[in-house]
């Protein structure tokens, strides 16, 4: 069979018209790769259109960096297993005119697709899994005998995909997590739980796409939320995203019941809001176990309004003026000890583009909590958990982590922020991540297109020894749940995180 290189899209390669089949031994498709790789650049379509392919060669997942992938008009009969296993970069793939019956429930696995053509071929019903392709914007699919969906939804495409991710079902089940321990100091040890829970006014269909929209509704996700809460036994609980009516309605009401001190914080916008429209704000909560633990005191710390303050000495900080969060800070004491410790919840600014804005949060954040720390004993244990919006390669987690950042870091973008952008600050709070004894969790968020760690529990590690953490989840193991998060076992687009610890 002739072989043929053609230019692709943005210059890319696309080979066509080469494929090992029975009947025909061309060069090795891992040889021409790398030929062509070192002649051309990095390949990133193929097209095997037209050329009498009944069964596709496994090699084929040499080129599992393809994000094009073309194989109409041949004579393939059963889709592929190497498409799904190997090439997960696909954006378009077209296996129209071939002599397909089925589509297999592992499509989901190719969350890039933008692009699915199976037009022309025998398909006679579509798997719910297709509803999981969330980044598809053209999905052909006629001259085929699909009596499911039926013809009310196969008459407009636009009502296909959200109508297979409704239906969607059969998400297996994650063993539960194992809780890791590490040697402990006699006497009595806390645990600390963090997790975002996702407001009700964010989980929509435009934010979560993949979702199927029972599960984003409130009524769904709170018992869940509830469950994961309670079973995870910390003394110390962390939330972010807790709206003020699901505060006062359900978070405050269970948690008392379950023997918990109940204490919220609104973001800065909501006392100037009219009480109708309070009832949608969210801020953060922190329950505390009133067996081992006395509220003394509690504060915020609005990171606006010290910029407000801050203006005139640095236009950078006019940025982080319409960005309302909080940290939300206890004083409490250890009951039969009377220790005095710091907790604070906590979530930074979400926008990616802005990480000047999240670095600055994070640092007024350590200041008042260096000056409230250092008032209560330069000892004092101190806890800082939540939804930092920042990955371990940000500016906030080196800051936090190392106890300063340069003048130079890339996250100031250039912006100007008065002595912080201008040399290095710094704080003494002398904290670790409670994970990064393996390096952070591989993910705590897994939204759309990004999968990555945003949530931290922080402690002070000259008071307080690491005893204990819940083992996280592998990445894949949450790709196997068929969608992002939340999906019908996760509630949240976040993962909750428990730490032990004991007093130094």
Sequence with gaps: ???????????????????????????????????????????????????????????????????????????????????????????????????????????????????????????????????????????????????????????????????????????????????????????????????????????????HPYTPSRVLSWSYRKDLLLQEILQANADIVCLQEVEYDKFTNLFSVEMEKNGYAAHWAPKSRFHYLEPSAQQEVDGCAIFVRRSKFEVVKQRTIEMNRICMERVEEATGYSRALSKDQIAFVLEVRAKGTGRPMVVASTHLHWDPRECDVKLVQAILIAEQLSALRDSLGPSCPLILAGDFNSTPLSGVYAYLKSGSVGAGHADWQGFPYGRYSSSSPSHSLDLDSAYSLIGEPPLTNACGNFVGVLDYIWFSRRSLQLVGYLEPYSVSQIFLQKTPLPNPLFPSDHLPLSAEFAFI
């Design 1 to 207: 069979m002739a072989q043929h290189v053609s230019n692709y899209s943005s210059g890319s390669i696309v080979i066509t018209r080469n494929i090992e089949t029975q009947d025909q031994q061309p060069q090795s498709l891992a040889t021409l790769a790398n030929g062509l790789k070192k002649a051309a650049g990095k390949l990133q379509g193929l097209d095997f259109s037209n050329a009498s392919i009944s069964t596709l060669s496994p090699s084929i997942r040499q080129f599992d960096q393809i994000t094009v992938l073309n194989l109409s008009q041949n004579s393939l009969k059963v889709f592929p297993s190497v498409i799904w296993l190997h090439l997960k970069l696909l954006r378009s793939l077209d296996i129209s005119s071939n002599q397909l019956r089925e589509i297999p429930q592992e499509i989901f696995h190719l969350r890039s697709l933008e692009t699915f053509n199976i037009s022309n071929n025998s398909i006679v019903q579509l798997p719910n899994e297709i509803g999981c392709l969330f980044n598809m914007k053209e999905f052909l699919y006629a001259n085929n005998n699909i009596s499911y969906p039926d013809a009310s939804i196969l008459s407009d495409p636009r009502k296909v995909i959200p109508f297979l991710r409704d239906q969607l079902s059969d998400i297996p089940k994650l063993p539960p997590r194992n809780w890791v321990s590490l040697p402990k100091p006699s006497g009595s040890t806390f645990k600390v739980m963090t997790y975002n829970v996702l407001a009700e006014r964010m989980a929509t269909p435009s934010q």
